[in-house]
RNA sequence: GAUCUCGUAGCUCAGCUGGCUAGAGCAUUUGACUUUUAAUCAAAGGGUCCUGGGUUCGACUCCCAGCGAGAUCACCA
């Protein structure tokens, strides 16, 4: 065995694991038989009548040792919290001896009986000890002191945001709070899938890899496929397959699925990130708001446990119905100044006006959109419904029933950050070819974000499409804000991040 | 992509206007200790000071470049 590269702790253990098999002790055994979390005995143990607890077996991983001779004190950590493990040499015999090569981060499996120590903690005290898997790696754990009330001051923990994302599995070990965000964002998805399956809305899946990539505006990921010789694109979004299932024949379908953009990294941008589609044949985008207000209140409730959460010190409500407003009122509200139908070069003088920065050569959507982000956005704290957008802006929705220049969309803005996007999906094939044929004019004029004619596609409208309602919600960023979190990377449990160069790689260069 | 800040032991950090052998706590090792809880007491080991150049008699410290991260902005939903 080389020891090449490791350090004095990294040997140590490799040594003891080596002296673990010659005393005949299997450090990586198959299977053990737990009855209790940590949590269960906490809860379930009774001064009283101490019988329930006689004869039980927990495991999980040891965090803190305190050893004293012929008697050891230590804490294991397992899925539901910690409990503390009393080791007798007069119980265990030469096992006892044994401990002395187990290490902090350690897997035990612990079989005894529930006690409540001298100091009054419930404690487990060991009859049995067995070793479940060896650590070979140190683990920065820090130490936790625990006050007359409860609260947990915990020293030295790995506290580097860049270890804790590269090595996610040591920040759950050594910050297992954490934990919660995770638990809760699967929560909000098993939630949201419970909501649409109650409805006999179908569950479906589409492809990630598309010859052509549509649905949204944005760079995509390119890869290669050996065998056919082709490029193809990483999805964007789902929306293009999805309305092909519509003019199949389903009346309700969703995918909740990861999506690809090539594109800068920030607090609310990862290039791999979660979304869900959904669309509903029949209704429109006014049914789909209602339906939305409703979804995320019964999300927040199952999740959260309540409407009402808090943000960064903002108190946030999910109650339906939430804040509607037209997106045109929006900006006579906050700019005093009222932009239907004013031409390019009114809203580039206008937006001078307001000292809002745009290039001299940007289109009405341009600067209508950087008006939006810098005058209005930040306005739109409470779940807001934006509606009724320009139709330059939307090339996939449905032109308004009563409002010309504009189609049947909203989106859904809280803490200023959009949370949702949905129209009344365009199902005019004659305007659907001349709205992506204009993008494809943008594209070649040099928007490399503007969006590709899939013929595909448009056949399928032409084929027939009912009315039908559909929208997008951005996973990340709802769970974000249920979770009180304001950086993506940490709801991901494994954020995106640029590689380590190794050496040979610096060499090279 | 731009700017600012940061990178020292396994972890958390100190290290002055450049100056002796780079420090502390935890972790680790050895010894003591059979109800401890940030256990305690005694001793010991552990460093590519992010990397590469430069200035200097002398660089963890100053300068340049690079790598990585965080924040802000830009781009982007």
Not at 115 to 121: A, H
Not at 305 to 334: I, N, W
Not at 370 to 389: A, G, N, R
Not at 406 to 428: C, P, Q, Y
């Amino acid at each position: 065995m080389s020891f090449n590269g490791l350090n004095d702790q990294e040997i140590r253990r490799r040594e003891e694991l080596s002296k673990l098999r010659e005393l005949g002790v299997n450090p990586y055994p198959s299977s053990y038989t737990k009855s209790h979390n940590s949590s269960d005995v906490l809860s379930q143990f009774s001064d009283e009548d101490a019988s329930a607890l006689s004869d039980i077996s927990i495991a999980g991983r040891i965090v803190a040792v305190r050893k004293m001779g012929k008697a050891t004190f230590c804490h294991i950590q397992d899925e539901a919290g910690k409990i503390q493990v009393y080791l007798k040499k007069d119980d265990l015999g030469e096992v006892y001896d044994h401990f002395s090569l187990f290490d902090i981060g350690d897997i035990i499996g612990v079989k005894g009986y529930a006690f409540r120590t001298k100091v009054g903690e419930i404690s487990v005290r060991a009859t049995v000890l067995t070793l479940l898997a060896k650590s070979l790696t140190p683990i920065p754990l820090g130490k936790e002191e625990t006050d007359e009330n409860g609260v947990v001051t915990r020293y030295d923990a790995i506290a580097d945001k860049e270890q804790r994302y590269r090595k996610r599995y040591l920040d759950l070990i050594a910050n297992p709070e954490i934990k919660a965000t995770f638990i809760k964002r699967s929560k909000i998805i098993t939630a949201m899938r419970r909501y649409f399956d109650e409805r006999g809305w179908l569950e479906v899946e589409t492809p990630i890899l598309q010859p052509l990539y549509g649905g949204a505006t944005a760079r995509p990921f390119i890869t290669h496929h050996n065998a056919l010789d082709i490029e193809l694109y990483l999805r964007i979004a789902d929306e293009l397959y999805l309305k092909r299932l519509i003019v199949g024949g389903f009346e309700g379908v969703y995918e909740i699925s990861k999506n690809f953009r090539n594109e800068g990294m920030d607090k609310t941008h990862n290039p791999e990130y979660t979304s869900m589609e959904l669309y509903v044949a029949y209704k429109d985008y006014t049914w789909m708001m209602e339906m939305t207000e409703d979804l995320l209140q019964t999300i927040a409730m199952q999740a959260c446990g309540g409407t009402d959460v808090d943000f960064k010190g903002t108190a946030l409500s999910f109650k339906a119905p939430f804040a509607r407003a037209k997106m045109y009122d929006l900006f006579q509200e906050h700019t005093g100044k009222d932009l239907r139908g004013a031409s390019r070069e009114a809203l580039y003088a206008i937006a001078r006006e307001l000292h809002v920065e745009v290039e001299p050569s940007a289109s009405s959507m341009k600067i209508l959109d950087e008006i939006f982000s810098e005058k209005v956005e930040h306005h739109l704290v409470q779940p807001t419904f934006v509606m009724d957008y320009p139709v330059e802006m939307s090339p996939l929705a449905k032109a308004h029933s009563t409002e010309s220049g504009l189609v049947e969309r909203f989106e859904l803005f809280v803490m200023g950050k959009e949370v949702a996007n949905a129209f009344s999906e365009l199902n005019d094939p004659i305007d659907q070819r001349e709205r992506l044929e204009e993008q494809s004019r943008i594209r070649a004029d040099g928007d490399d974000e503007a969006m590709v004619l899939d013929e595909d596609f448009l056949n399928a409208i032409e084929v027939g499409m009912p009315p039908t309602a559909g929208i997008g919600v951005g996973i990340d960023r709802l769970v974000m804000l249920l979770t009180n979190n304001d950086s993506i990377r940490d709801v991901l449990f494994f954020p995106q991040m640029r590689p380590e160069k190794t050496q040979a790689q610096r060499s090279e260069e």
